[in-house]
Structure formats: C-alpha cells, structure tokens
C-alpha cells in the first residue's frame, strides 16, 4: 500500500466513524460461481446468531462535501484535509482486505461533491465492479445520496445488499436549524421508490425463479441524537413513520459528538450519554417485536424516556391498572407486556403451560426475571402481594434490588450530565 493511499484510508475511515447504520445486515446473497465472499449472517463489528464476530471495510468514497450541516465533521466549512478515493483505488482496498481475511464486505458511504447524480455513480461503479468484474459476493452496503436519480437507485440496488438513507435530524425544523440546503422530503422521496421497487421485485421473484436480487437486506436509516434538543418523542414518532411509510429494516440513533462550537448546537462538553441512546433502541425493539404503539410508550404527558428503567417497566408502572396478570391464563400479546419477561421466555411460558400450571419455581427456570416480573403477575397462590405498592414504591424496590452492571455505568453517567 502505498504511502498516498495509507493516508487516504486513514481520513477516510476516520470520517466514516459517525455512521452506525450498518451493524447487521440480513442478507442471503449466497456465494456462486466460485467468487469471493459471502455475506452470512451479519457485518459490521457485530455478532452472528451463531456466535460469529464479523466486519467490512467501513470508508467514505470522499470528505469533500457541497454542504454546510452544522453537526457534520466533513461540512464545507470545517478546516480539515481533502481527499478522495478513485473507484479502482476502493475496489482493490476491499479485495486485498478480504483476501487477508481482514473484512467480509464493504459499507461505502460519502460527502456529496459537485452534485448528488455524480456522487451515486461513484458509488455504484464501485458495487458493480465488484459484483461484475472480480465475483464478489461478500456484503455490500452503500449510502443513498438525496436527489440522485431513480436510474442510478435502481441500479445501486441490484448491486448492494443494502441502501440507506440517514435522515441525520429527527425533526425538521431542526434539520431546517442546522442544514439549512436539506430537506426531509428530499430523503423520503428515494426511500418510497426504494419501497416500490422491493416490493415489487419480491413479486418478480415468486414468479421467476432467476430474477435478479434487489437490495435484498432492505432499507435503513440512521437519525443524530441530541443535537436539534428534540424530544425522545420526536425522535420516536419519526422512527415509527419511517417503518409503517417506507418499510424499513432498522432505524439507528446515533448520539450527538460535539465537532463543533456553532452556537446553534449543544456546547462542545455535552456530548449524549450513552444510556439515552440504549433507552431509545430499547423503544424501537418494544415498536418492532412487542407489539406496542409508539403512542403508549411517549406521548405528550411523557415526552421523554425515563433513563433510570427501561421503557417496558415505565409503560408497566404508568399503567397498574392492567396489572397484576395471572400468568397461567393471558396470551402471549399480554405476557410480551409483562417487566422482566422476554421474548423468548414468553414463547417458552405460552408452550410450558399446556402441559401443567406454572409456579414461581417454573418461571425462574424459563429465564423470567422474577425480580422485576413478581410485582405485575400472579402464578398459582399470589405468593408476593404488591397490590397496595405505589409505582414509586415499585420502582424503588426494583432499582434497590438490581446488581446489574449496566445499571451502575448508566447511574455514573446520569451523574455527569
């Protein structure tokens, strides 16, 4: 590698930092023809289902950027160093690291430099020359750029397992604040084609069993935290219109870094805790997996996420009424609803109870939390009676009782903030 390129790579994968939005890709793009690669089961600094630790190459095509976003590190007017890979040059970093077994797939994004068409065919250039000219089937996940054409859409998604979208601000009075040129509806507009053309093509497959795979692991998004001083609510409301609007697969909540003293965004020392970020991810897995309306987890009277306990046990003390559950006889919607009890162990329970009635003693052995769960269930005899507690006298036993690790980090962190 030469002494050009190694400092390239350098700037380049350090201004790729910023961007979550690739940590699992669920893609089944198998490996033919003797080419190189395969995506599996996951990317990204991450961990498989079966225990595998997987990365790709994570790199911005260019830092040269047209815009002037206030919370970006490669804004047109941040005095930093310029440079930009050619399409060769990205290709041939891939398939060398791949072949060291360094990588399994390459996550492309960019600064937007002249216009959005001309920075979405660099993009795609790249897939396609890995995909067509060296066999590659290892992952590909690329950034869609606003305001590229549907042509070059279509086409980058026959070559990527994945494309997206980041919406960067929750709001867009917000987005207005601070990217002034961006707008929302220039982000939605390639996501509802992106949409479309997935699910039709889905169609295309059921008919033809040889039709080309098109962005097989979907959509994604990315929003930054903390930096328009938008609610969780917000943020949430947006995340649940961009899964029911454009069908996508995830939607990642990066906190705010300070990389700038622009006075329109929080002051260089407050950076976004961590815990807030975990909360917000715990709410999108509450939306996606069990079954609850963004409506009952925030709304206007609760505007924000309580950072001292998850959103499921905040929903559970906020609405005591529909408690306590007798856990041998309420279906498994109600169970999922249920502090301290999990997916997996509420399938578990749904299917141990058809063979006898379950005690406490059953519970403990399925993986239930009984520390958390005892206060919002019943099991044969009422064994802990809780029906006098208040929320807060629940919540306060709960937190005393907890020994949890994370807890103790999350305590630390409120503390700084």
Same mark, same amino acid.
């Given at each position: 590698m030469s002494e050009r390129i190694r400092e390239k790579l350098q700037i380049l994968t350090d201004a790729a930092k910023y961007d979550v939005s690739c940590s699992s890709s669920g893609s089944s793009r198998k490996n033919k023809n003797k080419g190189l690669g395969d995506t599996g089961n996951g990317i990204c600094h991450?961990?498989?289902?079966?225990?595998?630790? =997987?990365?790709? @190459? %994570? *790199?911005?095509? +260019? #830092?040269v950027c047209i815009f002037d976003c206030a919370y970006c590190v490669t804004r047109k007017s941040n005095d930093i160093k310029r440079v930009a890979f050619t399409?060769?040059? =990205? =290709?041939?970093? +891939?398939? #060398?690291?791949?072949?060291? &077994?360094?990588?399994?797939? @390459?996550? @492309?994004s960019s600064g937007i430099f002249k216009d959005a068409d001309h920075t979405m065919e660099r993009l795609v250039r790249v897939a396609k020359k890995l995909r067509k000219e060296h066999n590659f089937n290892g992952y590909i996940?690329?950034?869609? *750029?606003?305001? !590229?054409?549907?042509?070059?859409?279509?086409?980058?998604? @026959?070559? !990527?397992?994945?494309?997206?979208? &980041?919406i960067e601000i929750p709001t867009e009075s917000g987005l207005k604040l601070l990217a002034p040129d961006k707008d929302h509806k220039e982000m939605f507009r390639p996501m509802n084609y992106l949409k479309n053309e997935i699910i039709l093509k889905k169609e295309e497959k059921k008919l033809f069993r040889k039709a080309p795979l098109f962005t097989p692991a979907?959509?994604?998004?990315?929003? *930054?935290?903390? !930096? !328009? %001083?938008?609610?969780? %609510?917000?943020i949430m409301y947006t995340a649940a219109k961009l899964y029911t609007g454009f069908n996508l697969k995830r939607v990642y909540y990066s906190g705010y870094v300070p990389v700038s003293n622009d006075r329109r965004l929080p002051g260089l020392g407050s950076a976004v805790p961590m815990v807030r970020e975990n909360r917000l991810y715990q709410t999108d897995w509450l939306m996606r997996f069990y079954g609850f309306g963004v409506k009952e987890l925030l709304n206007d009277a609760n505007p924000h996420l309580d950072l001292d306990i998850d959103p499921k046990l905040s929903w559970a003390l906020r609405n005591l009424s529909c408690f306590p559950m007798d856990i041998n006889k309420v279906s498994l919607h109600e169970i999922l609803r249920v502090p301290g009890i999990g997916m997996q162990s509420a399938h578990k329970i749904v299917a141990a109870r058809k063979f006898q009635k379950l005690n406490w003693d059953h519970l403990k052995k399925i993986g239930v939390a009984i520390n958390r769960a005892k206060y919002f269930i019943t099991c044969g005899s009422r064994q802990f009676e809780s029906r006098d507690l208040s929320a807060m006298k629940i919540k306060q036993f709960i937190l005393g009782g907890s020994a949890s690790k994370y807890l103790k980090i999350a305590q630390q962190q409120l503390s700084l903030f």
């Amino acid at each position: 590698m030469s002494e050009r390129i190694r400092e390239k790579l350098q700037i380049l994968t350090d201004a790729a930092k910023y961007d979550v939005s690739c940590s699992s890709s669920g893609s089944s793009r198998k490996n033919k023809n003797k080419g190189l690669g395969d995506t599996g089961n996951g990317i990204c600094h991450t961990y498989t289902e079966d225990g595998r630790c =997987v990365s790709l @190459l %994570k *790199i911005l095509f +260019t #830092n040269v950027c047209i815009f002037d976003c206030a919370y970006c590190v490669t804004r047109k007017s941040n005095d930093i160093k310029r440079v930009a890979f050619t399409v060769q040059e =990205v =290709v041939d970093l +891939t398939l #060398n690291f791949y072949r060291r &077994n360094y990588i399994e797939g @390459l996550f @492309l994004s960019s600064g937007i430099f002249k216009d959005a068409d001309h920075t979405m065919e660099r993009l795609v250039r790249v897939a396609k020359k890995l995909r067509k000219e060296h066999n590659f089937n290892g992952y590909i996940h690329l950034k869609s *750029i606003p305001g !590229a054409s549907d042509e070059l859409m279509h086409e980058a998604g @026959l070559y !990527a397992d994945r494309l997206s979208i &980041n919406i960067e601000i929750p709001t867009e009075s917000g987005l207005k604040l601070l990217a002034p040129d961006k707008d929302h509806k220039e982000m939605f507009r390639p996501m509802n084609y992106l949409k479309n053309e997935i699910i039709l093509k889905k169609e295309e497959k059921k008919l033809f069993r040889k039709a080309p795979l098109f962005t097989p692991a979907g959509q994604s998004s990315q929003m *930054i935290i903390g !930096a !328009a %001083k938008e609610s969780d %609510k917000d943020i949430m409301y947006t995340a649940a219109k961009l899964y029911t609007g454009f069908n996508l697969k995830r939607v990642y909540y990066s906190g705010y870094v300070p990389v700038s003293n622009d006075r329109r965004l929080p002051g260089l020392g407050s950076a976004v805790p961590m815990v807030r970020e975990n909360r917000l991810y715990q709410t999108d897995w509450l939306m996606r997996f069990y079954g609850f309306g963004v409506k009952e987890l925030l709304n206007d009277a609760n505007p924000h996420l309580d950072l001292d306990i998850d959103p499921k046990l905040s929903w559970a003390l906020r609405n005591l009424s529909c408690f306590p559950m007798d856990i041998n006889k309420v279906s498994l919607h109600e169970i999922l609803r249920v502090p301290g009890i999990g997916m997996q162990s509420a399938h578990k329970i749904v299917a141990a109870r058809k063979f006898q009635k379950l005690n406490w003693d059953h519970l403990k052995k399925i993986g239930v939390a009984i520390n958390r769960a005892k206060y919002f269930i019943t099991c044969g005899s009422r064994q802990f009676e809780s029906r006098d507690l208040s929320a807060m006298k629940i919540k306060q036993f709960i937190l005393g009782g907890s020994a949890s690790k994370y807890l103790k980090i999350a305590q630390q962190q409120l503390s700084l903030f």
